[in-house]
């Protein structure tokens, strides 16, 4: 639901994090997510969180297709940012 508010807000890629639990690859889990397939303690909970995502969206695809690009971008600027400050460092210690 975090994620839902976080999107429809429009949040701030550079805020957003993706932590990997142990034993799970974190850009394969994010790369096929899927709102239909979320879980919550009260089964009702589930199903008022889904109709708020369907009413917002139209459709549970439109709102994953939203969430995978984010969450690919996000990976990719920090990819890019990594790369950038590694070869800052490298020029640093070569002059």
């Known amino acids: 639901m975090e994620l839902f508010v976080w999107i429809q807000m429009g949040g701030d890629l550079e805020r957003v ?3 990997a639990l142990p034993g799970r690859d974190v850009h394969a889990a994010l790369a096929t ?3 239909a397939k979320a879980t919550c303690f ?3 909970d589930r199903q008022h969180l889904l109709g708020i995502i369907e ?5 549970f ?3 994953n297709v939203k969430v995978r690009s984010l969450f690919k971008k996000r990976a990719t600027t920090t990819e890019l940012k990594k790369a950038t400050q590694l070869l800052q ?7």
């Open 17 to 19: 994090s993706a932590i």
């Open 89 to 95: 460092t490298t020029e640093s210690v070569a002059v």
């Open 42 to 44: 009260k089964p009702e």
């Open 33 to 35: 997510f899927d709102a």
């Open 55 to 59: 009413s917002a969206f139209g459709d």
């Open 61 to 63: 695809n439109s709102f």
